[in-house]
Protein backbone atom coordinates (compact mmCIF):
# COMPACT_ATOMS: atom_id res chain seq x y z
CA UNK A 1 0.00 0.00 0.00
CA UNK A 2 2.71 2.78 1.09
CA UNK A 3 4.42 2.23 -2.38
CA UNK A 4 1.68 2.34 -4.35
CA UNK A 5 1.11 5.85 -2.63
CA UNK A 6 5.15 6.77 -3.14
CA UNK A 7 5.38 6.14 -6.77
CA UNK A 8 3.31 8.35 -8.52
CA UNK A 9 4.35 11.52 -5.99
CA UNK A 10 7.57 12.61 -8.36
CA UNK A 11 5.47 12.37 -11.65
CA UNK A 12 2.51 14.50 -9.19
CA UNK A 13 5.00 17.30 -7.97
CA UNK A 14 6.48 17.48 -10.96
CA UNK A 15 3.16 18.27 -12.59
CA UNK A 16 2.56 20.84 -10.00
CA UNK A 17 5.80 22.66 -10.12
CA UNK A 18 5.56 22.77 -14.03
CA UNK A 19 1.67 24.22 -13.62
CA UNK A 20 3.48 26.50 -11.34
CA UNK A 21 5.53 27.49 -13.47
CA UNK A 22 3.25 28.54 -16.59
CA UNK A 23 1.24 30.15 -14.55
CA UNK A 24 4.00 32.34 -13.40
CA UNK A 25 5.48 32.90 -16.25
CA UNK A 26 2.97 32.76 -19.04
CA UNK A 27 3.37 31.93 -22.63
CA UNK A 28 4.88 29.84 -24.65
CA UNK A 29 6.75 26.62 -23.40
CA UNK A 30 10.30 28.49 -23.88
CA UNK A 31 9.40 31.54 -22.03
CA UNK A 32 9.08 29.86 -19.35
CA UNK A 33 11.48 26.95 -18.71
CA UNK A 34 14.10 28.17 -21.77
CA UNK A 35 16.99 29.34 -20.83
CA UNK A 36 17.13 31.62 -23.28
CA UNK A 37 14.35 34.00 -21.41
CA UNK A 38 16.15 33.42 -17.74
CA UNK A 39 17.24 37.06 -17.63
CA UNK A 40 13.60 38.33 -18.82
CA UNK A 41 12.93 36.16 -16.07
CA UNK A 42 14.64 36.72 -13.41
CA UNK A 43 13.82 40.75 -13.86
CA UNK A 44 10.30 39.70 -12.86
CA UNK A 45 11.07 37.59 -10.32
CA UNK A 46 13.18 40.11 -8.35
CA UNK A 47 10.37 43.22 -9.28
CA UNK A 48 7.69 40.55 -7.80
CA UNK A 49 9.87 39.58 -4.48
CA UNK A 50 10.29 43.28 -3.98
CA UNK A 51 6.91 44.14 -3.84
CA UNK A 52 5.87 40.65 -1.69
CA UNK A 53 8.99 41.65 0.54
CA UNK A 54 7.84 45.34 1.35
CA UNK A 55 4.26 44.22 1.83
CA UNK A 56 5.84 41.62 3.94
CA UNK A 57 7.45 43.48 6.34
CA UNK A 58 4.81 46.34 6.62
CA UNK A 59 2.41 43.49 7.96
CA UNK A 60 4.59 41.90 10.07
CA UNK A 61 5.67 45.74 11.55
CA UNK A 62 2.26 46.64 11.85
CA UNK A 63 0.54 43.05 13.48
CA UNK A 64 3.74 43.52 15.97
CA UNK A 65 2.21 46.72 17.19
CA UNK A 66 -1.56 46.10 16.37
CA UNK A 67 -0.51 43.06 19.05
CA UNK A 68 1.41 46.24 21.75
CA UNK A 69 -1.48 47.19 21.65
CA UNK A 70 -3.85 44.69 22.43
CA UNK A 71 -1.40 43.28 25.28
CA UNK A 72 -1.85 46.91 26.79
CA UNK A 73 -4.98 46.91 26.66
CA UNK A 74 -5.44 43.52 28.39
CA UNK A 75 -2.79 44.42 31.04
CA UNK A 76 -4.87 47.44 31.78
CA UNK A 77 -8.16 45.41 32.16
CA UNK A 78 -6.95 42.72 34.28
CA UNK A 79 -5.40 45.97 36.61
CA UNK A 80 -8.65 47.13 36.81
CA UNK A 81 -10.15 43.68 37.58
CA UNK A 82 -7.98 42.43 40.03
CA UNK A 83 -8.75 46.01 42.40
CA UNK A 84 -12.25 45.46 41.22
CA UNK A 85 -11.89 41.81 42.59
CA UNK A 86 -10.50 43.06 46.16
CA UNK A 87 -13.17 45.74 46.39
CA UNK A 88 -16.04 43.94 45.86
CA UNK A 89 -14.48 41.09 48.61
CA UNK A 90 -14.39 43.86 51.06
CA UNK A 91 -18.03 45.09 50.08
CA UNK A 92 -19.47 42.16 50.53
CA UNK A 93 -18.19 40.10 53.89
CA UNK A 94 -18.84 36.61 54.42
CA UNK A 95 -20.18 34.91 57.23
CA UNK A 96 -16.99 32.71 57.22
CA UNK A 97 -15.92 29.81 59.65
CA UNK A 98 -18.48 28.76 62.62
CA UNK A 99 -17.07 29.24 65.85
CA UNK A 100 -19.47 28.39 68.30
CA UNK A 101 -23.66 27.13 68.44
CA UNK A 102 -25.46 26.97 71.65
CA UNK A 103 -29.35 26.43 71.32
CA UNK A 104 -30.55 28.19 67.51
CA UNK A 105 -27.70 30.68 67.88
CA UNK A 106 -24.56 30.02 65.86
CA UNK A 107 -21.70 32.22 65.99
CA UNK A 108 -19.44 32.39 62.99
CA UNK A 109 -16.34 34.31 62.35
CA UNK A 110 -18.43 37.61 60.56
CA UNK A 111 -21.96 37.08 61.86
CA UNK A 112 -24.19 35.44 64.02
CA UNK A 113 -26.63 33.13 62.49
CA UNK A 114 -30.24 32.79 64.47
CA UNK A 115 -32.18 30.16 62.95
CA UNK A 116 -32.67 31.72 59.30
CA UNK A 117 -31.92 35.01 60.54
CA UNK A 118 -28.22 36.18 60.01
CA UNK A 119 -26.85 39.41 62.09
CA UNK A 120 -23.89 41.14 60.92
CA UNK A 121 -21.21 41.09 64.37
CA UNK A 122 -20.13 44.57 63.55
CA UNK A 123 -22.39 46.74 65.89
CA UNK A 124 -24.26 44.19 67.40
CA UNK A 125 -25.13 44.66 70.86
CA UNK A 126 -25.08 41.47 73.03
CA UNK A 127 -27.25 41.57 76.59
CA UNK A 128 -27.36 38.62 79.06
CA UNK A 129 -29.92 37.87 81.42
CA UNK A 130 -31.30 35.97 83.98
CA UNK A 131 -34.77 34.95 85.18
CA UNK A 132 -33.58 32.87 88.60
CA UNK A 133 -37.30 32.19 89.43
CA UNK A 134 -37.82 30.46 86.04
CA UNK A 135 -34.58 28.69 85.89
CA UNK A 136 -34.01 30.68 82.49
CA UNK A 137 -31.44 32.52 81.27
CA UNK A 138 -31.81 34.91 77.76
CA UNK A 139 -29.92 36.68 75.30
CA UNK A 140 -30.70 39.47 73.37
CA UNK A 141 -29.14 40.12 70.04
CA UNK A 142 -29.68 43.80 68.96
CA UNK A 143 -29.06 45.21 65.55
CA UNK A 144 -27.06 48.72 65.45
CA UNK A 145 -30.78 49.78 63.66
CA UNK A 146 -32.07 48.66 67.38
CA UNK A 147 -34.14 45.44 66.15
CA UNK A 148 -33.81 43.12 69.04
CA UNK A 149 -34.01 39.31 68.88
CA UNK A 150 -34.01 37.24 72.01
CA UNK A 151 -33.43 33.94 72.19
CA UNK A 152 -33.94 31.63 75.80
CA UNK A 153 -32.50 28.80 77.55
CA UNK A 154 -33.99 26.48 79.64
CA UNK A 155 -31.42 25.76 82.82
CA UNK A 156 -31.94 22.38 82.62
CA UNK A 157 -30.69 21.97 79.22
CA UNK A 158 -28.44 24.74 79.30
CA UNK A 159 -26.78 25.92 82.52
CA UNK A 160 -26.34 29.69 83.40
CA UNK A 161 -22.65 29.60 82.97
CA UNK A 162 -22.77 27.84 79.72
CA UNK A 163 -25.18 30.45 78.40
CA UNK A 164 -23.28 33.64 80.02
CA UNK A 165 -20.23 32.50 78.60
CA UNK A 166 -21.24 32.22 75.41
CA UNK A 167 -23.25 35.52 75.27
CA UNK A 168 -19.55 37.09 76.19
CA UNK A 169 -17.87 34.98 73.43
CA UNK A 170 -20.43 36.93 70.88
CA UNK A 171 -20.08 40.31 72.55
CA UNK A 172 -16.16 40.22 72.48
CA UNK A 173 -16.91 39.01 68.79
CA UNK A 174 -18.65 41.82 68.03
CA UNK A 175 -16.27 43.72 69.30
CA UNK A 176 -13.40 42.37 67.34
CA UNK A 177 -15.64 42.41 64.00
CA UNK A 178 -16.03 46.09 64.67
CA UNK A 179 -12.55 47.15 65.08
CA UNK A 180 -12.30 45.02 62.01
CA UNK A 181 -15.15 46.83 60.42
CA UNK A 182 -13.41 50.34 60.77
CA UNK A 183 -10.19 48.47 59.10
CA UNK A 184 -11.55 47.39 56.21
CA UNK A 185 -13.92 50.64 55.35
CA UNK A 186 -10.64 52.58 55.22
CA UNK A 187 -9.42 49.53 52.94
CA UNK A 188 -12.40 50.26 50.98
CA UNK A 189 -11.80 53.63 50.82
CA UNK A 190 -8.02 52.68 49.46
CA UNK A 191 -9.02 50.41 47.21
CA UNK A 192 -11.80 53.27 45.11
CA UNK A 193 -8.84 55.65 44.92
CA UNK A 194 -6.72 53.10 43.91
CA UNK A 195 -9.84 51.93 41.45
CA UNK A 196 -9.85 55.10 40.05
CA UNK A 197 -6.21 55.64 39.59
CA UNK A 198 -6.24 51.74 37.64
CA UNK A 199 -9.08 52.83 35.22
CA UNK A 200 -7.03 56.47 34.83
CA UNK A 201 -3.72 54.42 33.86
CA UNK A 202 -3.94 54.23 30.34
CA UNK A 203 -0.73 55.73 29.42
CA UNK A 204 0.78 52.57 28.04
CA UNK A 205 -2.21 51.57 26.17
CA UNK A 206 -1.71 55.07 24.55
CA UNK A 207 1.56 54.78 24.30
CA UNK A 208 0.75 51.52 21.97
CA UNK A 209 -2.03 52.85 20.05
CA UNK A 210 0.88 55.70 19.08
CA UNK A 211 3.05 52.94 17.94
CA UNK A 212 0.85 51.54 16.06
CA UNK A 213 -0.17 54.80 14.30
CA UNK A 214 3.12 55.88 13.64
CA UNK A 215 3.70 52.24 11.79
CA UNK A 216 0.94 52.32 9.75
CA UNK A 217 1.94 56.05 8.65
CA UNK A 218 5.15 55.15 7.99
CA UNK A 219 4.47 52.38 5.84
CA UNK A 220 1.61 54.57 4.22
CA UNK A 221 4.09 57.33 3.28
CA UNK A 222 6.94 54.85 2.44
CA UNK A 223 7.66 55.64 -0.89
CA UNK A 224 9.82 52.16 -1.83
CA UNK A 225 6.52 50.26 -2.00
CA UNK A 226 5.07 52.54 -5.20
CA UNK A 227 8.38 52.28 -6.33
CA UNK A 228 8.46 48.77 -6.42
CA UNK A 229 4.85 48.41 -7.67
CA UNK A 230 5.97 50.57 -10.56
CA UNK A 231 8.96 48.61 -11.40
CA UNK A 232 6.75 45.46 -10.80
CA UNK A 233 4.30 46.80 -13.93
CA UNK A 234 6.90 47.73 -16.15
CA UNK A 235 8.65 44.19 -15.24
CA UNK A 236 5.59 42.86 -16.30
CA UNK A 237 4.29 45.19 -19.39
CA UNK A 238 7.70 44.00 -20.23
CA UNK A 239 6.28 40.49 -20.59
CA UNK A 240 3.62 41.19 -22.01
CA UNK A 241 5.77 42.96 -24.94
CA UNK A 242 7.89 39.72 -25.31
CA UNK A 243 5.13 36.98 -24.90
CA UNK A 244 1.77 38.56 -25.91
CA UNK A 245 0.43 37.36 -22.33
CA UNK A 246 0.75 39.95 -18.70
CA UNK A 247 1.71 37.86 -15.90
CA UNK A 248 0.41 38.14 -12.51
Known sequence: MSTWWWVPAPPVLLGCWTAWRLVRYPGRWAHAFHEAYGKERKALAEARGSVRKLRSTARRETRRAWFGVKRAESAHRRGVRRVESDLEQLRTPVRGTRIDQLGAISLYEHAV????????????????????????????????????????????????????RFSVRIGNAAAAAHRTRETRE??????????????????????????????????????????????????????RNLTGRRPW
Open 113 to 164: LVAEDELPLAGLHVRFELARTEHVSYVYLTRPEGQTHMERYEGEEFPEEIVR
Open 186 to 239: KDIAALETALGEARKATGPVEEAQQRLEETRARHSSDPRLPRARAALDDARTDW
